[in-house]
């Protein structure tokens, strides 16, 4: 330790080492921990995760930060029983990570480790924090026995052991971070574990996006947004010649000489980005979108056998109406994606489109910025978690319709910045609640828009983290 302490004193700068068991593009919030490591606690950050998808340019750009990434457990291996997948894969991942934390990353002074997943995780790095004389901070994201509760029962024997070695190790650890008041008291109260609420902030490149930055995003779009899931839809008809002539005309906007508008009758953008798994109910999200269809469809009087080739004929000569085409963009990667395209292509709705995409990290806030309303459907497995999607939207000015449940209301201020709802006829007149009159005399929405905004000028993440995690990883740093 004299030796470590001898080596600060004389100019080496320190270090902290980042542990995601999962694709590092998929985890927002752990790159943000290494971009304020390096730019405000001034440490070199190396980083242990899995690839998959692309960071953020500003991690890659960061000359102090040093990706390591690790092979995934082979997908072909998901054909032996689930088991052996149970006992085979945990040992495998253990061993890698104890490879990389003490082979092939520079001695480090902190390891810092999301949680979930928490087996073999926390094990791995508290044993490399031993062997290593570093320190162990964990970042609780959420349990991780709760998630393997969801796909087991939550009295299987193996979430029982898993709870075990979650709280057995998250209490080894030096620190601990967490992102909620409801998760810190849970933490103190059944765990025996003080942790530090450092809530989800957005960075600054979230923010509310120009007419320009809307502009290019589109053009840059177009074709995804002009190609239906199924046949076509009332989002696709009538679009052939969109973008045909140039880049000067998208679904959105229109560019005349030096003059970007938006066009009058065009959908309203909805936006939710959902991770397709079972914690996440996309039915309701097409439920809602069904029920909206129908809903307006009756208070405009028209009869059920109108062909949705009238409509649409109408919407392209330019006609207004009272309630607006809705365009739903899913962003995001997961197990269900295709079985839900399945169920959007078989779907005969006349004001409603789908499109399913995965953005790059800097056309993701552009969109958000970009929408008129963000839908989550995030129901936490723990009920302890915040769906950090609904940080992102507001960072970006966007207001947030949000599946309700126990400490949802930590982060919507309820009729301020959004709303909430417990079930697709609920989510459906919200809907048309919201967008009656758009784009000019949607009032509802626009409050909740300028909420947003409002929210959106407040804390961001930089903020946050030299408030509440500095001091801690400074004060555990100092121990060693």
């Excluded at 290494?34 to 980083?47: M, R, Y």
């Excluded at 953020?56 to 054909?79: C, D, E, F, V």
């Excluded at 924090?129 to 009295?155: A, E, I, K, M, P």
């Excluded at 009238?310 to 995001?332: A, H, M, N």
Aim: glycine share 6%.
């Amino acid at each position: 330790m004299a030796g470590r302490s001898k080596e600060k004193e004389g100019g080496r700068r320190g270090r902290a080492c980042v542990v995601v068991l999962g694709d590092i593009g998929r985890s927002p919030r752990m790159q943000y921990h290494a971009l304020s490591l390096a730019n405000q606690a001034l440490l070199e950050v190396d980083i242990v995760a899995y690839g998959g998808s692309e960071p953020h340019g500003a991690l890659l750009a960061n000359p102090s930060i040093h990706l390591y990434i690790m092979k995934q457990w082979p997908t072909a291996r998901q054909s032996l029983p689930r088991i052996l997948i149970l006992l085979l894969k945990p040992l495998v991942q253990f061993f890698t990570l104890l490879w990389f934390l003490c082979i092939k990353v520079p001695s480090p002074d902190i390891f810092i480790v999301q949680n979930p997943p928490s087996v073999p995780t926390l094990v791995a790095v508290k044993w490399a924090s031993w062997l290593r004389n570093s320190s162990f901070v964990v970042d609780w994201h959420n349990f991780g026995y709760t998630l393997l509760g969801l796909s087991l029962g939550r009295n299987s024997h193996f979430v029982s052991l898993y709870k075990w070695f979650e709280k057995h190790y998250g209490k080894m650890a030096d620190a601990s971070l967490c992102v909620t008041r409801a998760m810190q008291h849970e933490l103190a109260q059944n765990w025996g574990i003080n942790a530090t609420v450092l809530y989800d902030q957005p960075p600054d490149f979230f923010h509310p996006a120009s007419l320009e930055e809307r502009h290019k995003l589109f053009c840059r779009l177009n074709k995804e947004l002009c190609q239906p899931l199924g046949f076509r839809d009332c989002v696709s008809n009538g679009t052939s010649l969109i973008g045909s002539h140039g880049q000067n005309e998208t679904l959105f906007t229109n560019e005349v000489g030096p003059d970007i508008y938006l066009k009058r009758n065009r959908p309203a953008l909805v936006v939710s980005s959902t991770s397709w798994t079972p914690d996440e109910d996309f039915g309701i999200l097409l439920e809602a979108a069904v029920m909206y269809d129908r809903r307006v469809a009756a208070i405009l009087g028209e009869d059920d056998s109108l062909d949705e080739d009238v409509v649409w004929k109408e919407i392209s000569d330019g006609k207004q109406c009272l309630y607006p085409r809705l365009l739903f963009i899913i962003t995001g990667k997961g197990p269900e994606k295709e079985k839900y395209e399945a169920k959007i292509k078989r779907l005969k709705l006349k004001r409603v489109a789908f499109r399913t995409m995965w953005l790059s990290a800097e056309d993701y806030p552009l969109l958000l910025g970009s929408a008129d309303l963000g839908v989550c459907l995030h129901t936490s497995s723990s009920g302890l978690d915040l769906p950090m999607k609904v940080v992102d939207m507001f960072g970006c000015g966007l207001p947030v319709c949000a599946v309700s449940y126990s400490c949802i209301k930590e982060l919507v201020r309820v009729d301020k910045n959004g709303i909430l709802f417990s079930s697709s006829s609920e989510l459906a007149d919200e809907l048309v609640m919201l967008f009656k009159g758009f784009p000019d005399e949607c009032d509802a929405l626009k409050i909740l828009k300028n909420g947003a905004l409002e929210t959106s000028s407040s804390t961001r993440w930089a903020t946050e983290w030299e408030e509440h995690a500095k001091p801690l990883i400074n004060k555990v740093i100092s121990r060693f």
